[in-house]
Every structure is written in structure tokens, then in C-alpha cells.
């Protein structure tokens, strides 16, 4: 379990704590305190209040990697009402953290959306949930490897079923790459489980911790080398017109 996403009070033995404090201090020595053009302390979008809803909400749920990012990358999509960091597609009943990352529970960290169809179709959400994984990564997300950090849309109707499904072909369209090189699964939805508080909105809360986490885990270097530099900045959700053409990873 990475010392940075463990609850403060159960960051030991002391060696983690110290690396951790070295590494700040390595930072704070070279003066490498400014990443992609802007501080590490600088702010995530302030967060709005909560979008109201037209009279009928849709849920979603996905796992793509790192909640803490997952989260951050949709709830800001015109449309998304709330987005709660998780846990699903395992058997154990109310899984902890350190339950699901010691890889014994069969969950992954999730993502639960809920949206606003008459403002954002599921469709639409499924475009930016692609361009927010490594979809050719069926062995974790990044610097997160282990089964509960693979990609995973879980669908809970059959025409959330078959909307996923087509979007994994427009993927692999969009990448060049036959649709068994697509390693994000599909999976039936069962029940999604809440983290725990301190991993809620976490991106608001622990800026500069999320920031150099999200940094050093090569997230956004991987996103933009897959999908294309302006890929994710181009409103994806908002159909072919806008969006931007990809850059495919020779591989």
C-alpha cells in the first residue's frame, strides 16, 4: 500500500514516514516545486455547489486505477451531480482499504457517478471515462499494479450494457488497436461500498499530497501519450466534433 494513501494515523513504521519527508525535502532542495507549468500547492477547481438535478438521476459506476483520480477527472463534467470514491465488484461485505488493496476481497477501487441525463448522457460520461484510462492496461492503472486497481465499467442495465460495449469498439477505433488489445472488462454491477471519509473529495482536501501523488504515478504523461495531449482538455463528452485526434502509443 503506497504510504501516501494510507489515513494519517496509520502511516508507520517510522521508515515510511521518514522517506516521505525526505522526499519533501528533496523537492523543497531542488526547488522542483512547480509541475505542469504550476505549483503543487495550487489549487484544484474550487469546488461548486452541488448541481441540481432536472428530476431524474442516472448512476454509473466505474473503476479506472486510483479513486482519488477517478473521482477528481468526472465529477466536474457538466451534467455529473456527485461522484463518491469506492468500492465494488468483489464478495466481501463493507470492505475496508487495507481489505481491498491486500488484494483478498476480489473488489476494485471504484468510482460511483451520479448524472443528470437530460445534461449529460451515459454515453457521453463513457467517452471521458476512457480517455481518463490506460486502456490497454489490464494489470492495474499506472504506478497502481494489483487486480483492485484494473479498469472495470460495471453496468447495471442492459443498455448501460450495450452503450459500454460499443464505446470499447469506438476505443479501440480511436487507438488503432483490434478490440482484444482493450483491457478494460465489462462487468454486471452487483453493489458499490463507500471508502472511507478521509478518501472522499480528496483532490480538494490533500491538494499538494494529491498533486505530487498524481505526478509521480505518471497519470497524466501515460493519458496524454495514449489518447493525445489535447485529448482530455478537448470536452470528450461532448461527441466526435469536439474532440481532439488522438496520438496512439506505438506498441
Not at 501516501?4 to 523543497?28: C, I, M, N, Q
Not at 465488484?89 to 460511483?112: C, I, W
Request: aromatic content about 12%; charged content about 15%; hydrophobic content about 35%.
Amino acid at each position: 500500500m503506497p504510504v501516501w494513501k494510507r489515513p494519517l494515523g496509520a502511516w508507520s513504521p517510522w521508515p515510511s514516514v521518514l522517506r516521505w519527508g525526505l522526499a519533501w525535502g528533496l523537492l523543497v532542495g531542488a526547488g522542483v516545486l512547480f509541475l505542469g507549468g504550476q505549483p503543487l500547492w495550487a489549487a484544484t477547481p474550487p469546488v461548486k455547489a452541488p448541481p441540481t438535478a432536472s428530476g431524474t438521476t442516472q448512476t454509473a459506476v466505474f473503476a479506472g486505477g486510483c479513486f482519488w483520480c477517478l473521482e477528481h477527472d468526472l465529477e466536474h463534467l457538466p451534467g455529473v451531480l456527485s461522484a463518491m470514491s469506492g468500492y465494488s465488484g468483489g464478495h466481501l461485505a463493507n470492505p475496508t482499504y487495507q481489505q481491498v488493496s491486500g488484494e483478498q476481497t476480489g473488489h476494485q477501487e471504484a468510482v460511483e457517478v451520479r448524472f443528470d441525463p437530460k445534461r449529460l448522457s451515459y454515453s457521453a460520461l463513457l467517452r471521458s471515462y476512457w480517455r481518463n484510462v490506460d486502456a490497454l492496461d489490464g494489470g492495474g492503472q499506472f504506478c497502481d499494479r494489483g487486480d483492485s486497481y484494473r479498469p472495470v465499467i460495471f453496468t447495471s442495465t442492459a443498455a448501460q450494457k450495450a452503450e459500454a460495449q460499443a464505446s470499447l469498439k469506438a476505443a479501440a477505433a480511436e487507438l488503432h488497436k483490434p478490440v482484444s488489445a482493450i483491457r478494460v472488462q465489462i462487468e454486471p454491477f452487483s453493489r458499490f461500498w463507500p471508502a472511507e471519509g478521509y478518501h472522499q473529495q480528496y483532490a480538494q482536501r490533500n491538494t499538494v499530497k494529491y498533486n505530487y501523488y498524481r505526478w509521480a504515478c505518471g497519470r497524466d504523461r501515460r493519458l496524454d501519450a495514449l489518447w493525445g495531449a489535447g485529448a482530455r482538455s478537448a470536452s470528450p463528452w461532448a461527441g466526435k466534433g469536439s474532440q481532439t485526434t488522438a496520438n496512439p502509443r506505438k506498441s
